[in-house]
């Protein structure tokens, strides 16, 4: 069974920054892509951006810019540094991991970013 713990959520005002962190454990398998979603309030979950096991990343429109996605092999862990944060970027933030087999999401976390 793979777990994923998911850290660095919280308040921010508007201009600043967070970091979040995923560590996965447990997986039998290779974790290849891992990924950061998120989902405003009333709204759906949107994919911000995502990295593949060789270090490619991709970003949605709204982040590019601003936030920075990467990971460390190893660790199984995946970071999202976020910064020049804007209230829209209000959200439970989800870690996604992706192995061979199946897909894994985290808990969540909540970020908010304060006008």
């Known amino acids: 069974q793979v777990q994923l713990v998911e850290s660095g959520g919280g308040l921010v005002q508007a201009g600043g920054s967070l970091r979040l962190s995923c560590a996965a454990s447990g997986s039998r398998f290779s974790v290849n892509a891992m990924n950061w979603y998120r989902q405003p309030p009333g709204k759906q979950r949107e994919l911000v951006a995502g990295?593949?096991?060789?270090?490619?990343?991709n970003y949605a429109d709204s982040v590019k810019g601003r936030f920075t996605i990467s990971r460390d092999n190893v660790r199984n862990t995946v970071y999202l540094q976020m910064n020049s944060l804007k209230p829209e970027d209000t959200g439970v933030y989800y870690c996604?991991?992706?192995?061979?087999?199946?897909?894994?999401w985290g808990q969540g976390t909540q970020v908010t970013v304060s006008s």
């Open positions: 990295i593949t096991r060789s270090g490619r990343t």
């Open positions: 996604n991991v992706e192995t061979i087999v199946t897909g894994y």
